[in-house]
């Protein structure tokens, strides 16, 4: 979630200083952005990942306070809600084999925080965009790790919404919660990638990642279960985006809504994305470290902008700049889920990577090739229905710009993806090995969110079926794949126009066997799903060549 801050509560007059402290770090920025040594460096790839404990039965365990304070490792950071933590990758070069370091690495991190939270706690660090098993109840106020910038925050949102405030996360009439609190945030967990990008290439890489980041997302899809609900494949992403009580809000004068793909195509130079940031947003959180009369800048000669890069964090854009002080500026890529595994994450990096680079290399610019319409219809398409959906994508000839099916296009683009990882200087080896796994998940239709939707399937039949009946799986496990791969699955639309719309899932029955979200055997198939997709992101094996559970219940393997 960001910088930490200090004080909970904020006068006017704080606000006020800051919205001027901003004004003079965007002023700052322009000059530093223009030195012709600023983003003279090497391009790397960092990470942050989002993870959730898991207690024994599948639910969610809100020890994270605990386990931080035992790991002493300030690479693990608390995240928003008690059950969260966050692992930040040290950054690599994105040249040689950039993403076997980087799932190296998450594998140890995940590794770390569970050998502690295992062994104190009985809890693991589980990878996935939503647990399963959460309720509403497990993110009430209550649940808000007690930290100060999450305190701020709050605080800062109560002013801004009515609490509890709605939320849907599925269709229906069972698809809409009350919320109270940012810590409906901590149902939401992402791998987060940060690419390093000159000043001078700014523009056409971050249009080329807007573009790109539908389908990645597509194809990244493990996010089915909002709150123990029947939604999307990634529904994270609707999660996330009303998770602050804002979004929709129509009235005149209401703020816009701090998490979203974004208004339009980045014009102008990089300057441009961090005015906009700083321009169409209030200030939430007014903190600053340091007296307003020094300017000093850190050991590599750049000013720390403070203040910019605290605010900045509290703007949720799936694509976001990042300002750095050590001397670059960085396009953070925010849409992809948590998990499966670390290998599955480190794929699902390689192609978004790959496609961006291509797609801006020569200076070419996307912003002419497609409206943006199309490009955010694109975003939330690829989120409800994964690689059923219909993206567009621009073409050579006319008409400029077509649709295809999601799994289509991703074989389509694959080649591209290759082309641009190359010319960064990955090892064709690892270009290889990387997206020919990916190209396997595409082709068996297997995503995280397909594994889950599925795997619920079977165990519900299963519970359902008459103690004598037989052994019915093969014939289940049989009849879900061939549903997915006829398309059975509601694909729906998104309107392309001048005013866009946000899917915010697709039209989804209850959980199989649910028996509400407060307990029953609904929690024990949840929880049953939970702890084998658990034990199976620790085995490290790509989630497509996972099975669908055999007969015995996971308590009795």
């Given at each position: 979630m960001g910088k930490d801050v200090g004080p909970v509560t904020f006068t006017e007059r704080d606000h006020v200083h800051f919205r001027a402290r901003l004004e003079d770090c965007l002023?700052?920025?322009?000059?530093?952005?223009?030195?012709?040594?600023f983003g003279a460096v090497p391009a790397t790839l960092g990470a942050e990942l989002e993870a959730s404990l898991v207690g024994e039965s599948g639910g969610p365990a809100p020890v994270n306070v605990a386990v931080h304070e035992v790991l002493q490792d300030d690479r693990i950071a608390l995240e928003v809600a008690r059950f969260n933590l966050e692992a930040n990758l040290e950054p690599v070069p994105l040249r040689g084999r950039p993403f076997t370091a980087m799932a190296d690495q998450a594998t140890h991190r995940l590794r770390q925080i569970t050998a502690q939270s295992l062994r104190l706690h009985g809890a693991r660090a589980v990878p996935i965009g939503t647990l399963p098993t959460l309720t509403s109840a497990d993110v009430t106020t209550e649940a808000l790790t007690p930290v100060p910038r999450f305190h701020a925050l709050e605080r800062a949102w109560a002013k801004r919404r009515p609490t509890p405030f709605p939320m849907r996360v599925a269709e229906g009439r069972d698809g809409v919660l009350q919320a109270e609190s940012v810590a409906v945030q901590g149902a939401a967990c992402s791998w987060q990638v940060h690419l390093t990008v000159p000043p001078d290439r700014f523009l056409h890489t971050f249009n080329a990642a807007q573009l790109a980041t539908a389908p990645a997302l597509a194809v990244a899809g493990n996010s089915p279960f909002p709150l123990g609900r029947s939604g999307g494949q990634e529904s994270r992403i609707p999660l996330y985006e009303q998770g602050f009580g804002d979004r929709g809000d129509a009235r005149p004068g209401a703020p816009r809504p701090r998490v979203g793909f974004g208004q339009a195509w980045l014009r102008g130079g990089p300057l441009a994305v961090f005015e906009e940031a700083v321009h169409a947003y209030d200030v939430l959180l007014p903190a600053h470290d340091r007296d307003p009369r020094d300017s000093g800048s850190d050991e590599a000669g750049y000013p720390p902008l403070e203040e910019l890069r605290l605010h900045l964090s509290t703007v949720w854009s799936w694509n976001r700049p990042v300002y750095d002080p050590l001397g670059h500026l960085r396009i953070e890529l925010r849409a992809l889920p948590s998990g499966p595994t670390p290998l599955d994450m480190a794929v699902n990096t390689a192609f978004l990577v790959g496609l961006t680079l291509f797609l801006a290399a020569g200076g070419r610019d996307v912003a002419r090739c497609l409206p943006f319409a199309c490009a955010e219809a694109n975003f939330y398409r690829a989120a409800r229905d994964g690689l059923r959906a219909s993206l567009w994508w621009p073409a050579s000839g006319s008409p400029p710009h077509q649709e295809h099916e999601a799994a289509a296009l991703v074989h389509k683009l694959l080649p591209q993806a290759r082309t641009g990882l190359t010319m960064a200087g990955v090892d064709a080896e690892e270009a290889d090995t990387m997206l020919n796994l990916l190209h396997e998940r595409v082709s068996t239709g297997r995503t995280g969110a397909w594994w889950q939707q599925r795997s619920l399937e079977v165990l519900s039949r299963r519970r359902e079926t008459p103690r004598g009946g037989g052994r019915a799986l093969p014939t289940e496990q049989a009849a879900a794949t061939s549903r997915e791969r006829t398309g059975s699955l509601p694909r729906g639309d998104a309107a392309v126009s001048g005013a866009s719309t946000t899917p915010t899932g697709q039209p989804?029955?209850?959980?199989?066997?649910?028996?509400?979200?407060?307990?029953?055997?609904?929690?024990?198939?949840?929880?049953?799903?939970t702890m084998r997709y658990a034990r199976l992101a620790e085995s490290a094996a790509p989630v497509h060549t996972w099975n669908l559970p055999a007969d015995l219940p996971w308590s009795q393997r």
């Open positions: 002023s700052t920025l322009g000059k530093v952005v223009s030195d012709r040594e989804a029955e209850a959980v199989p066997g649910s028996g509400g979200t407060s307990g029953g055997p609904g929690r024990h198939l949840l929880g049953d799903l």
